[in-house]
């Protein structure tokens, strides 16, 4: 039994969280390397098979829903947010490996490049309507408001007799 919390890990306690659509892929973090050992096909190889390690924090706040996701290097134009199926919060796009020149060495290759996408469902009580995101310094924020609990109407009932 682990004294480190999962939350702290980034591991879920429990996988079949239901706001959480991601699954673990145990090699995601490893390049493959093809047979060849120079470094312009290790470049190449990350772009084409990587995917950007994307990590999003996500919070409820009593008004809304807000995720924050680090996307160093990206223009918003390079990212994609979008709703699908009613309540599935989708955010994807692509950082492009840079080409390497005929005069360059590269001696190592470590910043994330490729695809990346991370999909939430979101609670039953958010306003699909009135999500709004926006990008600043690499941050993307996705604010998903929440909508007004109804409260109990309680209606008193004479009693007869």
Do not use: C, Y
């Amino acid at each position: 039994m682990s004294l480190i919390p999962s939350w702290f890990t980034g591991r879920r306690s429990n996988i079949f969280d239901p706001f959480s659509l991601d699954f673990w892929d145990p090699f995601k973090d490893f390049a493959f390397p093809s047979n060849s050992s120079s470094t312009t096909s290790l470049v190449a190889n990350m772009g084409e098979n990587s995917a950007m390690n994307t990590r999003i924090d996500w919070k409820e706040t009593p008004e809304a829903h807000v995720f924050k996701a680090d996307l160093p290097g990206l223009k918003k134009e390079e990212v994609k947010v979008e709703i699908e199926d009613d309540r599935v919060l989708q955010i994807s796009g692509e950082r492009k490996v840079e080409e390497e020149e005929k005069n360059e060495t590269w001696h190592r290759v470590e910043r994330s490049s490729g695809k990346f996408m991370r999909r939430f469902r979101l609670p039953e009580n958010t306003r699909m309507d009135l999500v709004k995101a926006s990008m600043e310094e690499g941050v993307l924020t996705v604010t998903v408001p929440k909508a007004e609990e109804k409260k109990a109407e309680i209606k008193s009932i004479e009693i007869s007799g």
